[in-house]
């Protein structure tokens, strides 16, 4: 491996443990776009990260994996010589990406979708659209989960509230002393 080959290795690795602010300018400067007030949880993003575009207002949780090619050609190399397959991956607005989810080349996902931990993605997915499984389907429109959300009793009001905070609130809401 080369000296600049083992130096990215190491700087991806640092940006891993910083913040999302940190690893969205890495990912720019790699060609990836990425919209405004993201978050970024995770650093698995392709060896294509140019093939990727996310909207506005994403969030995408720890352990997910967004992937432009496809290495199942490897077992036609003999047939197919040399050959890659790649494929764009487009995230729409206002989008959260679940914890260990996998986004397969050719993806195209919506504005305003959720996307369930664990699920994976491969194809078109529309607006307004809450996305789950293995493979991934749509199971509902964001209407009815914002129903949901707004109906659950764990629903508590501590965004932007320090953690000290927000700890005293939860403990109290669910009986913990």
């Not at 487009?90 to 397969?104: A, D, E, Q, Y």
């Not at 993605?121 to 307004?128: S, T």
């Not at 389907?137 to 989960?145: C, E, G, I, L, P």
Request: glycine share 12%.
């Amino acid at each position: 491996m080369s000296l600049k080959g083992i130096f990215t290795g190491f700087h991806k690795k640092i940006i891993e443990k910083a913040g999302s602010d940190a690893k969205i300018r890495y990912w720019r400067k790699k060609g990836m776009k990425i919209g405004e007030n993201c978050h970024l949880e995770t650093m698995a993003f392709s060896t294509e990260p140019y093939l990727v575009e996310i909207g506005n207002n994403v969030a995408i949780a720890y352990g997910t994996n967004l992937v432009t090619h496809d290495g199942g050609i490897w077992c036609m190399r003999n047939d197919l010589k040399d050959g890659d397959i790649f494929g764009k991956i487009k995230i729409g607005n206002n989008v959260f990406v679940g914890m260990n989810s996998i986004i397969l080349p050719n993806t195209v996902i919506g504005n305003n979708c959720i996307i369930g931990a664990g699920s994976v993605l491969r194809g078109r997915y529309p607006d307004d659209s809450v996305i789950i499984g293995n493979p991934a389907k749509v199971v509902m429109k964001m209407s009815v989960q914002k129903l949901l959300y707004s109906q659950n009793p764990g629903l508590l009001s501590t965004k932007n509230i320090p953690d000290s905070q927000k700890e005293k609130i939860i403990k109290k809401h669910f009986g913990i002393l």
